[in-house]
Nanobody, 122 residues
C-alpha cells in the first residue's frame, strides 16, 4: 500500500496550491481520507477529511473557507485545494487513510503518504 503526495512548493502569501495524493496497492474508495500537516517544531495537525462518498467534508478552523478537499474514487486519488495561503500554512502536508475512529485524530489513520512540503513566503 502506497500513498504518494505531490503538488507542494514555494508560493507567495495569497497564492494557491493544489495538493494531490494517489493511492496504490489497494482501493480506498470505502474509506475516509484526510490531510494533515506538520509545521517546523510543531506537532502534526488535522487539516481536512472527506468521507468515502465525497459528500461530507471536514476542515480545521484554520483552513476553513480557504481549503477544499475532494476525491476521485475511480482514480483512487484525493486532493486538497488551498487558496489565500498564509505563511502559517507552511508545513509538510500528509495524506492519509482513516482506519477507523475519529477523523480528526492522526491515531485513527492507518496509512500515510510521505508528505509534500508547502512553503508560503514572499
Amino acid at each position: 500500500v502506497q500513498l504518494q503526495a505531490s503538488g507542494g512548493g514555494l508560493v507567495q502569501p495569497g497564492g494557491s496550491l493544489r495538493l494531490s495524493c494517489a493511492a496504490s496497492g489497494r482501493t480506498f474508495s470505502r474509506y475516509v481520507m484526510g490531510w494533515f500537516r506538520q509545521a517546523p517544531g510543531k506537532e502534526r495537525e488535522f487539516v481536512a477529511a472527506i468521507t468515502w462518498s465525497g459528500l461530507t467534508t471536514y476542515y480545521a478552523d484554520s483552513v476553513k473557507g480557504r481549503a477544499t478537499i475532494s476525491r476521485d474514487n475511480a482514480k483512487n486519488t484525493v486532493s486538497l485545494q488551498m487558496n489565500s495561503l498564509k505563511p502559517e500554512d507552511t508545513a509538510v502536508y500528509y495524506c492519509a487513510v482513516n482506519g477507523g475512529g475519529s477523523l480528526y485524530s492522526e491515531r485513527a489513520y492507518a496509512y500515510w503518504g510521505q508528505g509534500t512540503l508547502v512553503t508560503v513566503s514572499s
